[in-house]
Every structure is written in structure tokens, then in C-alpha cells.
């Protein structure tokens, strides 16, 4: 479809596709802070090691160290905080596309696919460094299956990771239309949809970064 | 936060007209930068105390970062998800839900034994 997707508006005056992503965003609170309570309630609980803030000895003899690596995680971190920003700054672009650009600020500010490519990028490097942290703990001896803090480690930062691998696919696909016929004003509430999205995914980290990685 | 919406600033002029949706203010660059500059001191803040072993070791430890990760949170959804000049149906459709579920987070907390509440004087 060439021509913009037309306003759906409803008897609130507002737009149907911004109260879906609203209504969905509220339902996936509801799935995380289950997944980050079933994650709470096994803290501690694990029988065997790894764990994630002591080391362990096994039975065996076998020595574990704690297995959470906060200063790569606090990069990653960094890097979706950044992405956060970079997405409100192609949201913004995207809405003020027709204005005239004076300056290279204006026009750095005012590239929606700088901003887009910026954003899908650093949620790539964030999804590298999860594919990195999680194949540093199967090669140190904890997977999903080890004990209860692996299994609820791997599921609450999985169906995070999924998500933010939706995101960044999400992005390609309005980075595509940008390059076919360009992204403008009647383009900003796509765009802001999958922005509201994205952001999301950032505070759920926000939150994950703290439960399960800071406090000990 | 003062708002960027000046006569000298198109890009900022125009946030207040570029909505088809439903007209809503959103901020500009000036409010970003700053709101991405305070989410990463607070991240330093929070992985600085994190290697003092006195603090990491104190009782003021979790309710600071529970307190900073709370801040972090409420300024991402305010103004990077601009919840603060929206709609306050969205705002109901997010706090709502996120209300229901923190609160089952807390009842099964207690329920399984990780939070404990003392009345009275402890033994």
C-alpha cells in the first residue's frame, strides 16, 4: 500500500492504533512482572550452583565463580538507554521531515533513517551481547536446565531478548519504507507505535538490570 | 523541565503540530539529551554502589536501587514514552495494568516467603 494507513478514530477522539499499543503494552507488564515474580520467588532458592552473585564448590570439587558479569551488563545497559534515545530522535525526524533544514545540526537531527539505522543497531549490539553472556554461562557450566536460577534467568531475559529482536525487526521494516517512498508527517504515529514499543523494551531492562543483576 | 516549544526552534514548534493522532505536546531535543544524560548518571550511580562493599552490605542498599530503578523507569515512560503530555486514558491503560500486576508481585512475595512483614517488636 503506497498511500499512509488512514486516522482510525474512535468515539474517545483519539487514534485505535495508539490505544491497541497502550492496551498491549499494559498486558505485557502483566507477562514480565510474572516472569520477574516466578524469577523472585526461586532467588535463592537453587540447590546446586552456579549462582549468580556467590561462588560454589560442587560436590565434586568443581569451583564456580559468580556468574553474573555486571560490567558487561551495565554496557549493555548503556547501549539500550542509547537506543532510547536515538528512537524518540527518529520519531522526532520523522514528525518534522518537512521543515527546512538551516544548519547540519538540523539536518543530523532531522535524518529519521540515521536515527532508525542508529536504533536498530544498537539493539543489535545489545541482542550481541545477551548471545555473549548467555554462551559464557553454558560454557561455565549453567543452562536452562541447571537449577532454578537458570531456568528463571534464561526464561525472564529470553522472552526479553525475543522482544527486543521483534523491536529491531520492527525498525528494519519502517527503515525499509523510509528508503521506498520516504517517511513523513502523516507517517508519525506508525512510527511513534513502535517507538511507545521500543521504549517498552527499554524500561522492562530498566527493571530486569536491577531485580536480577544489582540486588544480591 | 521547561518545555523546548520557542518560536526560534521549528524543530520544537512543529512538535506541536506534526500529530494527527491527538495533538499531544512532545518534547524536543533539548528535553532528550538531558533526560538521556540523567538516565546514565543514575545507571553510573547504580553500578558504583554496587562495587562498595559497605553500602552493598548495608540495609540502604536495595531501597536505593529500587528507589533509582523506580526513577529511571517513571522518566523513560514520561518522557521518552511522552506519557506525561498524553492522553490520560494511555495513562490509565499503562499504570492500570502495571498497578494490578506490582501489587500480585508483592502478594506472592510475602506468599512465598521472600518479603516478611514484623509487627510489633521483634523477637
Known amino acids: 500500500m503506497s498511500a499512509p494507513a488512514a486516522a482510525h478514530y474512535t468515539?474517545?477522539?483519539?487514534?485505535?492504533?495508539?490505544?491497541?499499543?497502550?492496551?498491549?503494552?499494559?498486558?505485557?507488564?502483566?507477562?514480565?512482572?510474572?516472569?520477574?515474580?516466578?524469577?523472585?520467588?526461586?532467588?535463592?532458592?537453587?540447590i546446586v550452583g552456579p549462582f549468580p552473585h556467590e561462588a560454589w564448590t560442587s560436590p565434586s570439587g568443581?569451583?564456580?565463580?559468580?556468574?553474573?558479569?555486571?560490567?558487561?551488563?551495565?554496557?549493555?545497559?548503556?547501549?539500550?538507554?542509547m537506543s532510547?534515545?536515538?528512537?524518540?530522535?527518529?520519531?522526532?525526524?520523522?514528525?518534522?521531515?518537512?521543515?527546512?533544514?538551516?544548519?547540519?545540526?538540523?539536518?543530523?537531527?532531522?535524518?529519521?533513517?540515521?536515527?532508525?539505522?542508529?536504533?536498530?543497531?544498537?539493539?543489535?549490539?545489545?541482542?550481541?551481547?545477551?548471545?555473549?553472556?548467555f554462551t559464557s554461562f553454558v560454557h561455565e557450566g549453567l543452562t536452562i536446565r541447571t537449577n532454578l536460577f537458570g531456568s528463571s534467568f534464561f526464561t525472564l531475559t529470553g522472552f526479553h531478548g525475543a522482544h527486543v529482536t521483534a523491536g529491531v525487526i520492527w525498525l528494519l521494516t519502517l527503515l525499509a519504507i523510509d528508503y521506498r517512498r520516504g517517511l513523513g508527517p502523516k507517517d508519525a504515529l506508525n512510527v511513534d507505535i513502535a517507538a511507545l514499543y521500543w521504549h517498552f523494551v527499554d524500561v522492562v531492562w530498566i527493571a530486569i538490570f536491577t531485580l536480577v543483576y544489582l540486588i544480591k | 523541565m521547561e518545555h523546548d516549544s520557542t518560536h526560534s526552534d521549528p524543530v520544537a514548534v512543529a512538535d506541536h503540530h506534526a500529530h494527527g493522532d491527538d495533538d499531544a505536546y512532545h518534547p524536543g531535543w533539548?528535553?532528550?539529551?538531558?533526560?538521556?544524560?540523567?538516565?546514565?548518571?543514575?545507571t553510573v550511580v547504580e553500578v558504583w554502589i554496587y562495587y562498595i562493599p559497605s553500602f552493598s552490605a548495608s540495609r540502604a542498599f536495595v531501597p536505593s536501587l529500587l528507589a533509582m530503578s523506580a526513577i529511571k523507569f517513571g522518566i523513560v515512560v514520561a518522557f521518552y514514552m511522552h506519557l506525561k503530555y498524553d492522553h490520560k486514558l494511555f495513562r490509565a491503560l499503562f499504570t492500570g495494568p502495571?498497578?494490578?500486576?506490582?501489587?500480585?508481585?508483592?502478594?506472592?512475595?510475602?506468599?512465598?516467603?521472600?518479603?516478611?512483614?514484623?509487627?510489633?517488636?521483634?523477637?
Open chain 1, 11 to 46: 468515539s474517545t477522539g483519539l487514534d485505535s492504533r495508539k490505544i491497541a499499543i497502550w492496551a498491549f503494552i499494559g498486558s505485557e507488564c502483566m507477562l514480565f512482572v510474572s516472569l520477574i515474580s516466578t524469577y523472585l520467588i526461586y532467588k535463592g532458592r537453587s
Open chain 1, 62 to 81: 568443581q569451583h564456580f565463580k559468580p556468574i553474573l558479569n555486571i560490567p558487561v551488563t551495565s554496557a549493555s545497559t548503556f547501549v539500550l538507554l
Open chain 1, 84 to 133: 532510547s534515545l536515538a528512537m524518540v530522535l527518529a520519531l522526532s525526524a520523522v514528525q518534522n521531515k518537512e521543515l527546512p533544514k538551516r544548519t547540519t545540526g538540523d539536518r543530523i537531527l532531522g535524518s529519521s533513517k540515521l536515527w532508525l539505522w542508529m536504533t536498530a543497531l544498537l539493539g543489535t549490539t545489545f541482542l550481541g551481547f545477551q548471545a555473549f553472556e
Open chain 2, 30 to 42: 533539548s528535553t532528550y539529551w538531558k533526560v538521556a544524560l540523567i538516565l546514565l548518571v543514575i
Open chain 2, 98 to 123: 502495571l498497578f494490578i500486576a506490582a501489587t500480585t508481585l508483592i502478594a506472592l512475595l510475602f506468599l512465598f516467603g521472600q518479603l516478611v512483614a514484623r509487627f510489633g517488636p521483634g523477637k
